[in-house]
């Protein structure tokens, strides 16, 4: 597949911030769409003015899904120590699912977190029941990291991954 990964436009926020509320509602991560944390999810522009938001694009210019990128000193990081990265809200439009999508934009997020100066590792949060974006993960190196599991609202449990970046190949 035919695949652009760049900085998120504002024209695109609005679209990226509907597939990220979809793939949460859609897989059965939220309590329905009522849940506080939509807001979150769809506040795009807010998280491209303290962070940076990536966009996998088809070939036609379709926004397929996007990703949170948060260097340090972001205040979009929630596990990430010193000396690391984070990403979040990783997301894929149904219509890019089974694609390299999720996969591309993960791929990106780590080739920034290697640029960035003094970034060794890059960390993430997911729900157990993602299970393919597991998959992804552990396909690129990342290690669970069960000791920093973390509860964000009591009863909603995250995981936790790391790749330390002076073992990618």
Known sequence: ???????AEPAEYGVLGEIVAEAYLGDGLLDGPQDPYLVR???VEQRAA????????DADGVVLGGVTYAAPG???????GPGEAEFRMLAVARAG???GVGEALVRACVDRARSTEGVRALVLSTQPA???AHRIYRRLGFLRTPER??????????MAFRLPLEAVS
């Open 1 to 7: 597949m035919d695949l652009t990964i760049r900085v």
């Open 41 to 43: 999810l769809r506040a």
């Open 50 to 57: 303290e962070a940076e938001v990536l966009v996998a694009l």
């Open 74 to 80: 972001t205040p979009w990081r929630d596990i990430a």
């Open 97 to 99: 699912r089974g694609r």
């Open 130 to 132: 993602m299970l393919s």
């Open 149 to 158: 599991d973390w509860e964000p609202v009591p009863g909603l449990r995250l």
